[in-house]
């Protein structure tokens, strides 16, 4: 071979075909170290799809990773090859590729994008914007929504509580058990009298308000509580929910949230294509994932106080679907057993979800309803104001 031939040879080993092989192969090596263990290190466990499902889901995106990591590094010749044949028009690609980058975002920009776990406004119940909460329930009205075949009533009063009518609402001079989070505790697709808060107040005899609000975390109902418990004469109790599947949304900053030291923080600006990004991939790092835990604790031991403080019993409850996972094991241990903070357990049949919603069915708000009642009728301590 000739020295011109040997060196045209060489120019199609250009750095373009380099860096096409390159990145096939990182993709594939990455392939091979996202095993299920680093998965679940960073892909927190989901409501919405059972451990199988999300195991099944990951390995299908690593098999997509892994091939299309082998077909860039089997093409990466031929695309070594255009480009130095055609550097015009592999630049003019380069360039329509990023323009459309861009014009995505600026047009995204133009556009109101919810939060992760903000839901639109006009679905009932209704929700408008608040600039320190995030959102929270549009007061004194009436919605209804077909969830599981049935229509179901949302009433909510004038403080933006969940009541059976709103000309019933909630009286802030009467004893009542306080209870605070999100959709599972509104009772999403349930009927007033089947969600967790009636059934406790019918059982024990106490009035209950309703302070969650759909799509809240931890942080978002602990400032909630603190806004409103000053409002009630006599708070009798404090019951907050935690549950390990949905604790991902702890680590949310799209919105109004807690930092360590309970600072309230306003969303972080971000670009709305990485955002729509995170929603489609749900990675987190270890760091994110540590200072979640480290938050959530504080914002639960602050609960907890806050109730004390107010001569009210606090009570958390976990909800868990069984079977209870590792990575749920764990966070549960980590946030609330190494904290000493005050909780009941209550393991649900997974099989008690409304149909084609995946919240809990009025036979698991029942057994929730129940386990709550049970633990805070052996602690209150207060005449005339438990059955």
């Known amino acids: 071979m000739s020295p011109a031939g040997h060196s045209k ?31 679940d290190r960073h892909f927190l466990p989901s409501f919405f799809l059972s451990r199988n499902s999300y195991v099944l889901v990951e390995s299908a995106v690593r098999l997509g990773t892994a091939g299309f990591g082998l077909l860039l590094a089997l093409i990466a010749r031929w695309v070594g090859r255009f480009i130095v044949k055609n550097p015009g028009r592999a630049l003019h690609i380069a360039m329509a590729a990023v323009l459309a980058v861009g014009a995505s975002e600026f047009v995204l920009r133009q556009i109101h994008l919810l939060a992760t776990m903000e839901e639109p406004p006009q679905k009932e119940p209704r929700r408008r914007r608040d600039p320190r909460l995030g959102w929270i329930f549009v007061p004194s009205r009436t919605g209804y929504r077909n969830i599981g075949g049935r229509d179901v009533e949302y009433a909510i009063d004038s403080s933006g ?67 409103d418990l000053p409002r009630f004469r006599r708070p009798v109790a404090v019951v907050s929910l ?48 540590e200072r979640g835990i480290a938050v ?24 868990q679907f069984a079977p209870e996972e590792l990575v ?13 903070l005050p909780y009941v357990r209550v393991e649900l049949d997974s099989g008690w979800r409304i149909p084609g919603n995946r919240h809990p069915d009025p036979r698991a708000t029942r057994a929730m309803a129940v386990a709550i009642a049970d633990e805070l009728r052996g602690r209150l301590v207060f005449a005339g104001s438990v059955k």
């Open 9 to 39: 040879r060489s120019a199609t080993h250009s750095p373009a075909e380099v860096a096409v092989a390159s990145v096939g192969v990182a993709l594939l090596v990455c392939a091979l170290v996202a095993d299920q263990r680093w998965l």
């Open 161 to 227: 509580y969940r009541v059976r009518r709103v000309d019933d609402p909630v009286d802030p001079e009467r004893p009542t058990i306080l209870f605070t989070g999100e959709s599972m505790m509104v009772g999403e697709g349930l009927t007033w009298d089947e969600t967790v808060p009636a059934q406790v107040s019918a059982i024990l005899g106490v009035q209950s308000a309703d302070l969650a609000v759909s799509g809240f975390s931890s942080d978002q109902a602990y400032l909630r509580l603190q806004a």
């Open 242 to 289: 935690l549950m390990p599947a949905i604790f991902d949304r702890n680590l949310d900053d799209d919105r109004p949230h807690l930092g360590p030291g309970l600072v309230w923080l306003p969303p972080e600006p971000r670009w709305r294509l990485a955002r729509i990004a995170q929603f489609l991939l749900p990675y987190r790092s270890q760091d994110t994932i």
């Open 296 to 319: 959530t604790r504080e914002v639960l031991r602050a609960t907890v106080d806050l109730a004390r403080a107010r001569g009210a019993v606090p009570l958390i409850i976990v909800l």
């Open 328 to 340: 749920e094991h764990e966070l549960r241990r980590r946030i609330l057993d190494e904290a000493g």
